[in-house]
């Protein structure tokens, strides 16, 4: 079966230093990956998502991803964090055979002043 | 654009009353979904709308969850009655079609806490 790890609850880092959240996926063909943030009190936002081509993905307010098949994972990254990306980070995962999104538990950020 | 449109934001109910969430998805999307989010997990899907047919509802606990989408635009998801393990935020999303692939907007969820 289709499955979604983010290994880390929780993840602190200081202001202005760089992030990356985990995320590992189960499934033997290649998926479409998403990359979700939800603030506080919010939604969820898409951040960017991959289907194909390129496996370096570059999304909204400075977030990149990349796609590694060889460890069916789709890590997210930001080289400096401000401290409003404080939020909880979800990875997804979709695949040709399942209409419905598989969604790992979330990472939830915070910021070091 | 507009994005998806959720109300009520919040609602404070006692266990066994009704509650009732209303969403108007993106103009022209045909798929509506909505998720339940309980605090600290991911989304749970509870239904997925078709324009107005149901494509799945497994997740649905149908003996006190009901929603529809009479006109393939708007959508009510109704809890009657509600349990403590109810509360949670009820995320409405839409996208343009079906399958996977299809990226799916967010509203801002309509919050319940059941007492």
């Known amino acids: 079966a289709q499955s979604v790890t983010q290994p880390d609850i929780h993840i602190t880092v200081s202001e202005g230093a760089s992030l990356e959240l985990r995320c590992n996926y189960s499934?033997?063909?290649?998926?479409?990956l998403f990359w979700y943030v939800q603030s506080p009190g919010q939604g969820l936002q898409l951040l960017l998502k991959?289907?194909?081509?390129d496996t370096l993905v570059q999304g909204i307010k400075g977030f990149e991803a990349e796609f590694k098949r060889s460890q069916s994972s789709f890590n997210l990254r930001k080289p400096s964090v401000h401290w409003s990306d404080a939020a909880e980070y979800f990875c997804?995962?979709?695949?040709?055979?399942?209409?419905?999104?598989?969604w790992g538990a979330g990472t939830k950020l915070i910021i070091k002043p | 654009e507009a994005g998806v449109a959720q109300s009520p934001r919040y609602k404070i109910i006692e266990k066994r009353q009704s509650v009732a969430f209303w969403c108007n998805p993106i103009s022209g999307h045909a798929t509506l979904y909505w998720y339940q989010q309980i605090l600290g997990q991911g989304p749970k899907l509870l239904i997925q709308?078709?324009?107005?047919?149901?494509?799945?509802d497994s997740q649905l606990p149908k003996d006190r969850f009901s929603a529809e989408r009479l006109k393939g635009v708007d959508s009510t998801l109704k809890i009657q009655p509600a349990k403590l393990e109810d509360s949670a935020v009820y995320l409405c999303?839409?996208?343009?079609?079906?399958?996977?692939?299809?990226?799916?907007?967010f509203g801002e969820g309509s919050w319940l806490t059941v007492v």
């Open positions: 997804a995962v979709g695949t040709d055979s399942n209409y419905q999104l598989i």
């Open positions: 991959y289907f194909s081509g």
């Open positions: 709308f078709q324009n107005n047919g149901v494509v799945d």
């Open positions: 999303a839409s996208s343009s079609q079906g399958g996977s692939g299809n990226t799916i907007y």
């Open positions: 499934y033997g063909a290649t998926p479409y």
